[in-house]
């Protein structure tokens, strides 16, 4: 957006260059005929030299100007602090009077005498006509919009932070303030807020905010309900939910449905609502099928969607874990394995049915010491025991588990052991994990470390990391002052197959940077 504002205000002052050129050109051959009519042609010569120096030193005046508006627009990303005061920008008022010091100050504008003024204070006027308070990009209006809605997704994942802060810390009233927070920019948090209340507060009251939620436009809020009519046994009552997230449109509550007609081996049923959702290139939906025919061994169609998930440019929403999973899928033979077992014992812990779970995942882990962060996962969340579910993390972790390092990563960063956290970071992103490479790169970033953290960020930029990517075209842009190369990151954005954690507000932006709308 700011990028947008730039390019946008660099557009008006080039039109209003061509327009003061244009303006110059009628004025100085009107001054030529008249004078050669007069036959003054040494006065003339006279005022011709004196208006040209003039015209020289306004037009470097000018250019110095924009630079300065340049610099500063430049620097606005840098500077803006939510806790700070705001920086203030040239109002129209203050534009507008530049506007009439060129004017004025200029030697031409002073014959008053003759009747080229009224000719003048007529361009003048379509000039600042031009440039006036009706133009969409004027700075003081453009600037306030931008901190209104600067970096949303920054915004949005603090306040989301935040309230995850919160409710880990059993301030619920806190945690749903932030949530609130969010809500302006993502409807579909008043589900979480449901979900919030369900399992920490009180279970009826969650399920009256879910419905809330789904009233109020939240619409996957109805896949919440119905699996949880189904984690109940209410198999019908979870179907008519489902069938109402559909009917909305929405893609949790039909990918919902597809996975309980898996449960009931409705193999076809499942596929065809799948199918539906992964011709709209729903990442999800693309997701699931593909595990879906990797139970059901087809393997040629299988192939066929990995291809179709990790070849398109601006695929939003896969995740790293999504990715690994395919991955597995489509591997070795223990690899294989490991996914076979896990997806059962996911499949049992749903319906908590947490022993035979815990059977299932120690069984893989002689296939994926991956199986070690499954364990202690299932210990954080289902049976919501964190000193166990640590236990877990620090064994996979020692046999060298990337994801059960990160796990304990996200638990020291939870528990506020900044140096452990810092510690298990980097040994974690030295060893090649996008995660963490990602948020190494954001530490550092913090610290003020600048061109370290740009280091991390190439490195999960290689893993096809798009946020690592976003936030390099911004370093250049920004830091660097690098225009040509934060463009180029720019670019790889939109054009890069298979990126992880695109979102669709990452894309809007990055489209405002590369058309300038």
């Keep these: 957006m700011l990028l947008q504002l730039y390019e946008g205000g660099r557009k008006m002052l080039g039109l209003t ?44 005046d000018r250019e110095n100007n924009e630079k300065d508006y340049n610099e500063n627009d430049l620097k606005y990303k840098e500077n803006i602090n939510l806790t700070e005061e705001k920086p203030k920008y040239e109002t129209e008022k203050d ?26 204070a007529i361009i003048i006027a379509i000039i600042r006509f031009c440039d006036g308070p009706d133009n969409k990009l004027q700075p003081s209006e453009a600037f306030q919009n931008q901190v209104k809605n600067q970096n949303i997704e920054d915004l949005y994942k603090e306040w989301l932070d935040t309230a995850e802060k919160y409710e880990e810390n059993g301030e619920y009233e806190k945690a ?36 809330e939620a789904y009233e109020k436009g939240a619409y996957s809020a109805a896949g919440m309900l119905g699996e949880l009519e189904e984690e109940k046994g209410n198999i019908n009552k979870a179907k008519e939910w489902y069938k109402k997230g559909i009917e909305k449109g929405d893609l949790y509550s039909q990918n919902s449905m ?30 699931l099928l593909i595990l879906l025919y990797f139970e059901t061994d087809k393997e040629a169609e299988m192939q ?19 990715r690994d999973i395919v991955l597995y899928a489509t591997g070795s033979e223990n690899n294989r394995k490991y996914l076979k077992i896990t ?5 049992l812990e749903k319906q908590g049915k947490y022993k035979q779970a815990e ?75 996008v995660s963490c490479q990602l948020d190494y790169g954001e530490m550092l970033n913090k610290n003020d470390k600048k061109d370290e953290a740009a280091k991390w960020f190439e490195k999960a930029a290689a893993q096809k990391e798009a946020r690592a ?35 669709g507000e990452m894309l809007s932006l990055v489209n405002d940077v590369i058309y300038g709308k």
Excluded at 100 to 120: G, V
Excluded at 343 to 347: F, I, P, S
């Design 17 to 60: 260059i061509l327009v003061w050129i244009f303006v110059l050109g009628i004025i100085i051959g009107g001054l030529i005929v008249f004078f050669k009519n007069k036959k003054e042609k040494e006065d003339f010569d006279d005022f011709s030299l004196e208006s040209e120096r003039k015209k020289e030193k306004k037009l470097f």
């Design 95 to 120: 534009k507008t009077g530049k506007f009439e010091k060129i004017i004025t100050d200029n030697p031409i504008i002073k014959w008053r005498k003759s009747p080229w003024w009224i000719a003048i």
């Design 176 to 211: 749903e303030e932030y949530y609130l927070k969010a809500v302006q920019y993502n409807k579909e948090i008043y589900m979480v807020i449901g979900q919030m209340y369900y399992d920490n507060i009180d279970k009826e009251k969650g399920i009256e905010k879910l419905k």
């Design 258 to 287: 597809a996975i309980l007609y898996e449960k009931e081996k409705k193999w076809s049923d499942a596929e065809n609502l799948l199918l539906k959702g992964a011709q709209k290139e729903d990442t999800s939906s693309i997701y």
């Design 304 to 322: 066929k969607w990995k291809e179709r998930l990790f070849n398109k440019p601006q695929r939003k929403g896969l995740s790293e874990d999504a």
């Design 343 to 347: 997806l059962e014992a996911e499949n």
């Design 359 to 433: 059977k299932l995942y120690t069984e893989a882990i002689k296939y994926n010491k991956r199986a070690y962060n499954d364990l202690g996962t299932m210990y954080y969340h289902s049976y919501q025991n964190k000193d166990k579910a640590m236990e877990f993390f620090k064994k996979g972790h020692a046999e060298g588990s990337l994801d059960a390092t990160y796990s304990l990563v996200i638990m020291e960063r939870q528990r506020g052991n900044k140096s452990e956290e810092e510690k298990l970071l980097k040994m974690c992103a030295e060893k090649g994990k």
């Design 469 to 503: 990517m976003f936030k390099l075209m911004y370093y250049y842009f920004y830091d660097k002052k690098d225009q040509e190369k934060g463009m180029e990151w720019a670019k790889k954005i939109f054009t890069e197959k298979g990126l992880l954690n695109l979102s």
